[in-house]
Nanobody
Framework: QAQLVESGGGLVRSGGSLRLSCASS????????IAWFRQAPGKEREGVSL???????DYVDSVKGRFTISRDNAKNLVYLQMNSLKPEDTAVYYC????????????????WGQGTQVTVSS
């Protein structure tokens, strides 16, 4: 059973934008490192961006300058704003919660969402 819930995916044309949200009724997200991962068909799950429990952020090179991760602690949400989307961004996007220092190590993340599909057409 998913412990986190993603929303905001959809179909967008190349160059467009989407904002993904990650919510939880079980966890206070500000106490965790929250990462966004994505998995395209036939490929391994890869880290995209993360925000640490002390609000440091990180982005993989392929999304730097286009994606922004942020928190709304009052709403217990984490967002991933995705701009200038490219067809290669097409994937199922997952948010995950883990202890401090989890980086993009999938095995260290204890809680996952069910994923939301992002499709970017050319």
């Amino acid at each position: 059973q998913a412990q986190l819930v993603e929303s905001g995916g959809g179909l967008v044309r190349s160059g467009g934008s989407l904002r993904l949200s990650c919510a939880s009724s079980e966890f206070i997200l500000e106490n965790f490192d929250i990462a966004w991962f994505r998995q395209a068909p036939g490929k391994e799950r890869e880290g995209v961006s993360l925000i640490t429990s002390d609000d440091s952020t990180d982005y993989v090179d392929s999304v730097k300058g286009r994606f922004t991760i942020s928190r709304d602690n009052a709403k217990n949400l984490v967002y991933l704003q995705m701009n200038s989307l490219k067809p290669e961004d097409t994937a199922v996007y997952y948010c995950a919660a883990g202890p401090p220092g989890s980086d993009y190590i999938v095995q260290l993340y204890d809680a996952w969402g069910q994923g939301t599909q992002v499709t970017v057409s050319s």
